[in-house]
Structures are given as C-alpha cells and as structure tokens.
T-cell receptor
Framework: KQEVTQIPAALSVPEGENLVLNCSFT??????LQWFRQDPGKGLTSLLL?????REQTSGRLNASLDKSSGRSTLYIAASQPGDSATYLC????????????FGKGITLSVRP | KAGVTQTPRYLIKTRGQQVTLSCSPI?????VSWYQQTPGQGLQFLFE???????NKGNFPGRFSGRQFSNSRSEMNVSTLELGDSALYLC????????????????FGPGTRLTVL
C-alpha cells in the first residue's frame, strides 16, 4: 500500500528565503507525481506534474524534482513571498489505468513579511 | 476554458438524511474522481469514473455511491448521513482519453463543504 509522507507539517520562513518542501513515498512503482497548492477552505491548484521518467519540472519560481529510486520528491520555491502562504500537497499516481492519487497530509507554509 | 465546477458549494444536513453532490469536469475530460478531505484523515480517494463506468473505488462504506453521465458530469450520493461525513468533498478531472503524459494531470474543483448536524 502506497504511503506518502510530508514532513514537517508546518513551516514558517521570512519573505525572500529560498525553501525546499519534501515528499517521500513508499512504493516506487509510480506513474507520476503532482504537487498542489491549497488555500484555506479552497480546492487544490495544480502546480507541477512530474512523470516517472522525468527528473524535474520547472514553472516560474517553482522547481520540483523526483528521485523514484529513493522514493523522494522536493518542491523548491525561490524568493518566497507572503502570497506563497498556503498548504502544499504532493500526490502520487500508481502505474495502471486509473486516476487514483495518494496524497500526503501536506505542509502548511507561512511566509512572514 | 472553464475549470472543474462543483455544486452546491455548501450544504448543511442532519444525521440520517441523504445528499447528492454534482461535478462538471473540464470540457473534453473523461475521467472524474472524488475525494473526501477531513482535518484528521487528509485527502482520501472515494472513487473514479471513466466513460460512465466506475474504474476504481476507495475504502468507503456502501453509503457512498456515484455515477457518471454521458456528458462526463458526475454525481456523488451519500445516504444515511453520519456526523463523521462532515468534510470537504473534492472532484477532480483529467483527460485520460489520449495517450501522452500531459493528459494525466488532474485538475480539482473548489469543493463542496458538507456539514452534518
């Protein structure tokens, strides 16, 4: 059974800091890994999708990496801003013809002005 | 292109009642998945529908059911509501029709906040 872990559960950093959010998963037989952002009481916004054959993906100030063999992914946020404050979740999709995502519990990020 | 829409956004029900939630996927998307989000359990997979067929199901009791229509819109039904069913219910859609990695990206709606009293 796939388990996804995100530690720590919460993080507070000063504005302008570069930071890394970690995600680990137990079963390396994944099809892809997706990072999401969730604002309080809202739905999930897709940030980056990494296929199992890829090592990293970039979008603006965000960079996500994937190391399948070690069961790890990181989300790097450059020059953090107060608007980046949210909960960040990673989710993995198992190989096979289905869309089920297994989620971590998320990391709640607070960027202090 | 319009995103995933969910209706209603908020619902208040009492124990024992039943509820139906609706999800309209992004145009062209054939796969619709449902998730329950609670503070204690996080996001848990309920089920997935593809071309009107349930393709995958999570570990939820039979009180939770769903269906998908020919236009890919999906509904989720919860019967005999319990207090523990209070949660944010999220719907996600993805293309899944054509081959290619990009078609597996999942897009979520704003959710339906269900409160059971």
């Amino acid at each position: 059974k796939q388990e996804v872990t995100q530690i720590p559960a919460a993080l507070s950093v000063p504005e302008g800091e570069n930071l890394v959010l970690n995600c680990s998963f137990t079963d390396s037989a994944i099809y892809n890994l997706q990072w999401f952002r969730q604002d309080p009481g809202k739905g999930l916004t897709s940030l980056l999708l990494i296929q199992s054959s890829q090592r990293e993906q970039t979008s603006g100030r965000l960079n996500a990496s994937l190391d399948k063999s070690s069961g790890r992914s990181t989300l790097y946020i450059a020059a953090s801003q107060p608007g980046d404050s949210a909960t960040y979740l990673c989710a993995v999709k198992k190989t096979g013809a289905n869309s089920k995502l297994t989620f971590g519990k998320g990391i709640t990020l607070s960027v202090r002005p | 292109k319009a995103g995933v829409t969910q209706t209603p956004r908020y619902l208040i029900k009492t124990r024992g009642q039943q509820v139906t939630l609706s999800c309209s996927p992004i145009s062209g998307h054939r796969s619709v998945s449902w998730y329950q989000q609670t503070p204690g359990q996080g996001l848990q997979f309920l089920f997935e529908y593809f071309s009107e067929t349930q393709r995958n199901k999570g570990n939820f009791p039979g009180r939770f059911s769903g269906r998908q229509f020919s236009n890919s819109r999906s509904e989720m039904n919860v019967s005999t509501l319990e207090l523990g069913d209070s949660a944010l219910y999220l719907c996600a859609s993805s293309h899944q029709l054509l081959a290619g990695f990009s078609y597996n990206e999942q897009f979520f709606g704003p959710g339906t906040r269900l409160t059971v009293l």
